[in-house]
């Protein structure tokens, strides 16, 4: 059994297949990541790909593999590595939109795309730099 599925079974306690925010807050600290709540539910509403608010083992598996692969353990990065879907190292337009979707920023669609054109220019190329600005505004919408 290979490590992610290790941890994800010691932590499915109830044997659902699916990790619960506490259950994957927990398991992200074992695994020595220092994340606090409001980012781990960051994390799980951008990795819960049928948005049923659980990880499965397919979807957690993938937030592991984007944290391996991130420049850095923090959450904008995570975020950023997960947001940029073709990985050519800026987050385009329709990758902006999805992201918010799934953060479920409450903003409509317009006001969205006005603000990805602010940040990445008429093309939107997002970078890095600009989005973890956004990331870091997010979870402070999200603690209140
Ligand atoms: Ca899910
Ligand atoms: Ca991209």
Redesign the pocket.
């Known amino acids: 059994m290979e490590f992610a599925e290790q941890m994800f079974r010691k932590f499915d306690k109830l044997g659902k297949n699916a990790l619960t925010n506490q259950q994957a807050l927990e398991c992200l600290s074992a695994l020595g990541s220092k994340f606090s709540e409001a980012e781990i539910q960051m994390l799980i509403n951008t990795f819960d790909d049928n948005s049923n608010g659980i990880l499965d083992f397919t979807e957690f598996k993938r937030l592991v593999h984007v944290m391996q692969e991130a420049r850095v353990m923090n959450v904008e990065s995570i975020m950023f590595y997960a947001a ?9 337009m329709d ?1 902006f939109m999805a992201i918010m979707h799934k953060l479920k920023v409450p903003m409509p669609d317009d006001k969205l795309k006005q603000f990805a054109k602010k940040l990445g220019g008429e093309k939107v190329e997002i970078t890095y730099d600009r989005f973890a600005a956004i990331v870091k505004t997010v979870k402070d919408l999200q603690k209140k």
Do not use: L, P, S, W
Not at 84 to 92: E, F, K, L, R, S
């Open positions: 940029d879907d073709d990985q050519n190292g800026y987050v385009d990758e």
